[in-house]
């Protein structure tokens, strides 16, 4: 039976959820069946057997999104192998080392057992919203620092972990 795998995410952007779109892709070309989902749009857990959620970083914060998702369905999730990947940091230094989550993360990741966490670089697109944005982007702090390579592997660990076939 084909594992059912849903990635949750939190994304003000987009940049995460293009990081969620990458997992999602990853993991179905490794035989399981995998959805991306702005978390807020989830509606019920009982489909998949896993759960990656990811959460765009504010201020040492976690999207609001990606809060609530792991506050509404912790029961659900503490029963499920679970993930939590963030996103933000707009220069190289999730690149090449193994960023601790915010202290928020860590706590439901104790909670939850979840099996790993990691921080991949963020995107701050010219067109993107808000107020913080414009001022990140008047300091020349935009770009994107988004490391496939390293999101595609990720991926491919836990595809792994739940018996996919690895594609390559």
């Not at 860590?106 to 057992?113: G, I, N, P, V, Y």
Request: aromatic share 8%; net charge positive.
């Amino acid at each position: 039976m084909t594992k059912r795998v849903l990635i949750a995410y939190g994304s003000a952007n987009g940049s995460t959820a293009g990081i969620a779109e990458t997992v999602a892709r990853v993991l179905r070309e490794d035989g399981l069946t995998a959805e991306a989902l702005p978390a807020r749009s989830v509606t019920d857990l009982n489909p998949y057997d896993a759960v990656v959620v990811g959460g765009a970083l504010y201020a040492g914060r976690w999207h609001r999104d990606a809060r609530r998702f792991v506050r509404r369905y912790r029961e659900d999730l503490a029963v499920r192998p679970v993930w939590f990947f963030s996103s933000g940091p707009l220069d190289d230094t999730a690149s090449g080392q193994d960023l601790p989550p915010v202290p928020g993360v860590r706590k439901a990741m104790t909670r939850l057992d979840v099996r790993e966490h990691i921080t991949f670089g963020g995107r701050l697109a010219e067109e993107a919203g808000g107020r913080m944005a414009r001022m990140l982007l008047r300091d020349g702090r935009g770009g994107d620092f988004r490391d496939l390579a390293a999101t595609e592997t990720w991926a491919a660990r836990i595809a792994g972990e739940l018996g996919g076939v690895p594609h390559g």
